[in-house]
């Protein structure tokens, strides 16, 4: 069985991660005054976002990815399909990628996609890709009990753990 992670451009995706095909990045928008650059590998120089942001006397500002990139990224032909996001107490990225599982989900019905609330950023949303690529490596993605093990793996304060 195939799968994909879509994980937001807050994460770190590893050469290798982007090489195997199974993982995709949904970028944030970052802005600074009127400089707007979408977070990724074509837009994004980090070294020109850098020189803007200690130039602006005012603070830069960011974005989550919309519903739709997220829609976008879903549409695929993987069996299993997983997003991972900035933890919703920094951003909006989860509630966006759950909507947008929602509108991908109106075309496909049958679909298997799962959110997960990183409650972390950056590596802490790799680590958490990484464990999903392992998991479906070893087949022990293909059933609730399979899911529920990730999803223990993922246990936030307050919440679940369980995928939306």
Do not use: W
């Not at 609330?117 to 590596?123: D, F, G, I, T």
């Amino acid at each position: 069985m195939s799968f994909r992670v879509v994980i937001d451009s807050c994460g770190e995706l590893t050469d290798e991660m982007k090489k195997s095909g199974n993982f995709v990045s949904a970028p944030l928008t970052l802005q600074v005054d009127e400089y707007i650059v979408q977070d990724d590998e074509e837009h994004f120089n980090q070294a020109e976002f850098l020189k803007k942001v200690a130039e602006c006397p005012n603070c830069p500002k960011s974005s989550c990815p919309s519903p739709e990139i997220y829609r976008d990224a879903y549409d695929c032909d993987a069996d299993h399909v997983y997003a991972v996001t900035l933890s919703e107490k920094l951003s909006g990225s989860y509630n966006s990628a759950v909507l947008g599982k929602n509108l991908y989900l109106e075309d496909h019905p049958d679909a298997k996609v799962y959110v997960f609330n990183s409650c972390s950023a950056s590596v802490g949303e790799t680590l958490i890709g990484l464990k999903i690529q392992e998991l479906e490596e070893k087949g022990l993605c293909r059933t609730d009990r399979g899911l529920y093990s990730l999803a223990g793996y993922l246990v936030c304060p307050g919440k679940s753990g369980h995928p939306s």
